[in-house]
């Protein structure tokens, strides 16, 4: 019997590199899109409604929907690259994560303040040069913590992709329970695994932050 | 049966002060062996530098703060011994607060029913009566249902005297009450003591408005590094103070307000 | 599109169950998180500690997790036979509680020092001016997290459709396997969705203009 339990641990374990690559996949996807929309909807009110509504649907549409939507739904017509388990996990959570951080470095914009960009130009930057050379570094600086809990968010959103059979910790967990008609260990155990991944992210992240603050002077 | 209305007995307070690193904790020594006796009409005030401890004395007269060591007495009963019900004991007395701390999401007229309400238990009618007497008395009838953002500092500040007279108090305890104003404000809130003193109101006062002092109070109290230094009556300061340090504060602030 | 006619009954089942336990888990939540903000800020070590706990777990795992153990292994050990749907329910209120206890407990604290000072100065004990002055300024500083807590507590509820409910998402779920009309069902239960959000924001937007009181919210940042 005891054979039989670390056998269920270490399955389960070993949906742990598939959690962690889809959260960091769609963390850095979530970078790609939010930072230009948090730019975008602070310094060019024309198009910021684009920004809007972007943030609306993939902030207001469940993460399962979104993930049935285009794994059956998408992949039903485009099987590649969209009957794909991992694509499809990547790929929504990035989108939503894009949103979110959106909402992140738009107020880590506003946090630093327009002094900022105005000093740029008057040294002649352009808009942009200042955005990147300026704004960026700072905006960073100030995101870490709501970056930070963004991550775990992924971390744990990453068990929806459940709905699409990927065999990350959450499947492999409910696998188990169906192999061995254990209720307890495998849930219980899945708990702690992701407990002990969103842990020390946010809390490293956070301190990161609060350090670099004070060297700037914040 | 004392004679005194509060009493402070050889009171000690000392707190921490967390800097910016972990290891920067200063150690305040703000109240060392001071004792202190305010009878029934009494109007003393209490000056001296900043950071001297003032404001936390006055505190701890009123058990905002609790004392580290000695005893401060509210007519015959001791508020320092274990077991006493300070809720009871300070709601016989009032305190004004240099930054005001008027309940944001009541009106003014909500700032002073409240405790007539929910520590006196008076019924609705005769609260709202009570409490727009008291609004009358520091003349801000034209502010009762304003919020505390839609006022004036001064006005608030007096919001804030109504709700310390409210209960009728036995004292009341006033910590800077016109330090956080703009200049032009802080006649109004001199001028409603100016009255609450003529009525009798005994009070116990830090604040180093040296013109209200001189005109309204009865002894004026010098505070240095955690101790009182010097008591005397205005006259004493204002001529010639005994010790040096209360000498050299009177001539810097003298200097300061006869510009 | 037909299909949406056809099946309203159960889109509209589905909906309702998808309302009911957004609006139970989230303002259970605030009660709950009401109580483990103040003994947080009160409590002795033992408390706090268990409070740190609490907190950890819920905020730390997924609710995915969380609501199959909530269904499965919790009747297990107990050996007991609970009914699905309460323990559903009764988890979504503890889960909300862990994120609103962060959210309660820093709303009060940006009144908390002065405004407790002053309740006590006029002679009420700790737990009236909680009552009377603390938690009214409180939450409605709280109102924006409060919202977004709501939003993502929608959003979660779909994974009620995976124990067997007809949420919304189930009865997208039972729309599919009947007509294998995959893209557009999606479609429109994302936008349904989006639309109950998008009318509760603005029908918590119109009570707060109501209830605002000037000063109180610009202390949120």
């Known amino acids: 019997m005891v054979l039989a339990v670390e056998q269920q641990l270490i399955f389960i374990l070993e949906g742990v590199p598939y959690t962690l690559s889809i959260s960091l996949i769609s963390f850095l996807v979530g970078i790609v899109i939010g930072l230009p929309l948090a730019f975008i909807r602070s310094y060019e009110k024309d198009i910021s409604f684009v920004v809007d509504w972007y943030e609306k649907i993939f902030r207001g549409v469940p993460e399962i929907v979104l993930l049935l939507l285009f794994f059956f739904g998408l992949g039903a017509f485009f099987p590649f690259p969209f009957y794909n388990a991992f694509f499809v996990s990547c790929l929504v959570l990035g989108l939503r994560s894009g949103a979110n951080q959106s909402q992140i470095f738009r107020g880590a914009i506003h946090g630093v303040g327009d002094e900022q960009m105005i000093a740029g130009q008057s040294i002649g930057l352009s808009k942009w040069r200042g955005v990147w050379h300026i704004m960026i570094p700072q905006v960073f600086t100030f995101s870490t913590p709501g970056l930070g809990s963004e991550y775990a968010l992924l971390i744990k959103d990453s068990a929806y992709v459940y709905v699409i059979g990927l065999l990350e910790i959450m499947t492999r967990a409910n696998q188990v329970r169906i192999n061995t008609t254990d209720m307890v260990a495998p849930f219980i155990f899945a708990a702690i695994v992701y407990i002990i991944l969103t842990f020390p992210i946010a809390f490293w992240l956070d301190r990161w932050g609060n350090r670099r603050k004070k060297k700037i002077g914040l | ?259 | 599109m037909s299909f949406i006619i056809e099946n309203a009954p159960l889109i509209f089942q589905g909906l309702s169950l998808t309302i009911e336990i957004t609006l139970f888990g989230v303002f259970l939540g605030l009660v709950l998180g009401t109580i483990l903000a103040i003994g947080d800020i009160y409590g002795g070590k033992v408390v706090k500690g268990a409070i740190a706990v609490y907190v950890e777990f819920f905020r730390g795992s997924p609710l995915f997790v969380q609501l199959f153990i909530a269904v499965y292994t919790i009747p297990a050990i107990l050996h007991v036979q609970i009914d699905h749907l309460s323990l559903a329910f009764l988890l979504f209120g503890l889960n909300s509680a862990g994120y609103q206890k962060g959210y309660v407990k820093g709303a009060m604290q940006t009144v908390l020092d002065d405004q407790m000072a002053a309740g006590l100065s006029v002679g009420m004990s700790k737990v009236q001016t909680l009552r009377h002055v603390i938690l009214p300024q409180a939450y409605r500083i709280v109102i924006p997290s409060w919202t977004n807590e709501f939003c993502s507590l929608t959003k979660s509820t779909s994974i009620l459709a995976y124990i067997g409910f007809i949420d919304l998402t189930g009865a997208g779920n039972s729309i599919i396997r009947e007509t294998y009309n995959v893209l557009p069902v999606w479609v429109v239960i994302g936008a349904i969705y989006l639309i109950w959000i998008t009318a509760f924001a603005k029908l918590a937007d119109i009570i707060y203009e109501k209830k605002k009181i000037p000063g109180v919210e610009f202390m949120m940042q």
Do not use: W
């Open chain 2, 1 to 259: 049966m004392t004679n005194y209305v509060m009493e402070a007995k050889n009171v000690y307070k000392t707190y921490c002060v967390k800097g910016e690193e972990k290891q920067d904790i200063k150690i305040v020594e703000a109240v060392k062996d001071v004792s202190l006796q305010i009878r029934k009409g009494d109007i003393k005030l209490i000056f001296g530098p900043s950071g001297s401890g003032k404001s936390t004395f006055l505190r701890c007269m009123a058990m905002l703060d609790i004392p580290d060591k000695g005893e401060i007495y509210l007519g015959d009963q001791c508020l320092t011994k274990p077991g006493v019900d300070l809720n009871k004991a300070r709601a016989r007395i009032g305190f004004v607060f240099q930054h005001i701390y008027l309940f944001r999401h009541l009106t003014a007229l909500g700032n002073v029913e409240l405790a007539l309400r929910q520590v006196l238990r008076l019924p609705k009618e005769e609260a709202r009566r009570r409490a727009l007497d008291a609004l009358a008395e520091v003349k801000v009838t034209e502010c009762v249902s304003k919020y505390p953002s839609q006022m004036s500092g001064g006005q608030a500040q007096r919001v804030g005297i109504a709700r310390a007279l409210a209960r009728n108090p036995d004292i009341i305890l006033l910590d800077e009450p016109t330090s956080a104003l703009d200049p032009e404000l802080t006649g109004e809130v001199i001028d409603t003591l100016r009255d609450l003193a003529k009525e009798g109101t005994t009070m116990l006062i830090v604040s180093h408005e040296m013109p209200f002092a001189k005109e309204v109070a009865e002894e004026m109290i010098f505070y240095d590094e955690g101790r009182i230094i010097e008591i005397g009556p205005p006259s004493l300061f204002f001529n010639a103070p005994n010790t040096d340090r209360a000498k050299q504060f009177m001539t810097r602030i003298i200097n300061k307000t006869t510009r």
